[in-house]
């Protein structure tokens, strides 16, 4: 990752990867439901069970899931803001485990030489920097899944799981 910042106010994360394939590529594994549910998640932590998306502006997006580590059942959803693919893609951002709160996602998707670089901004944290802190380290882990499944095809199911430890 180039670049991992919250910001001074813990408002916003921002985070960049270099991708090694195309901004189209990376388009479709981010908005393509099938493709979300093979690699966003990992054993040990947790895992999709259905993503459904409806990429326009103001289109729902959702995603149900299962924690590893308890077996509780979450969901994220969120509307679609800005959809120009390949290059941007915009959506809110509300998680069960988040109570009220509504952010939003803003994917910049930019071709290079060696593929795509992308520049993800999470902003809407003021007042809640327990959130930002969890929001920051799960989208470092999110973006490397993205990275590794693009690249090497790897998924939630043929990636090595994460061991839960027992205090």
């Known amino acids: 990752m180039a670049t991992n910042v919250v910001t001074p106010d813990q408002d916003?994360?921002?985070?960049?990867?270099?991708?090694?394939?195309?901004?189209?590529?990376?388009?479709?594994?981010?908005?393509?439901?099938?493709?979300?549910?093979?690699?966003?998640?990992?054993?040990?932590?947790?895992?999709?069970?259905?993503?459904?998306?409806?990429?326009?502006?103001?289109?729902?997006?959702?995603?149900?899931?299962?924690?590893?580590?308890?077996?509780?059942?979450y969901h994220v959803s969120g509307e679609y803001l800005e959809v120009d693919p390949p290059r941007l893609l915009a959506h809110t951002w509300v998680a069960s485990w988040s109570g009220p709160m509504k952010t939003v996602v803003r994917w910049e998707l930019e071709a290079t030489e060696g593929g795509t670089l992308i520049r993800l901004q999470h902003s809407g944290f003021a007042g809640a920097p327990t959130a930002s802190k969890s929001h920051y380290e799960g989208w470092q882990r999110v973006l490397g899944w993205m990275r590794a499944f693009v690249e090497k095809g790897e998924t939630v199911a043929t990636r090595p799981p994460i061991s839960v430890r027992q205090n």
């Open 12 to 73: 916003a994360i921002a985070l960049e990867v270099q991708i090694a394939a195309p901004p189209d590529r990376v388009f479709q594994a981010i908005t393509d439901p099938t493709q979300l549910l093979r690699w966003w998640g990992q054993q040990g932590i947790y895992h999709g069970t259905k993503w459904c998306t409806d990429v326009r502006p103001g289109g729902a997006w959702r995603c149900e899931g299962v924690s590893d580590t308890d077996g509780s059942a």
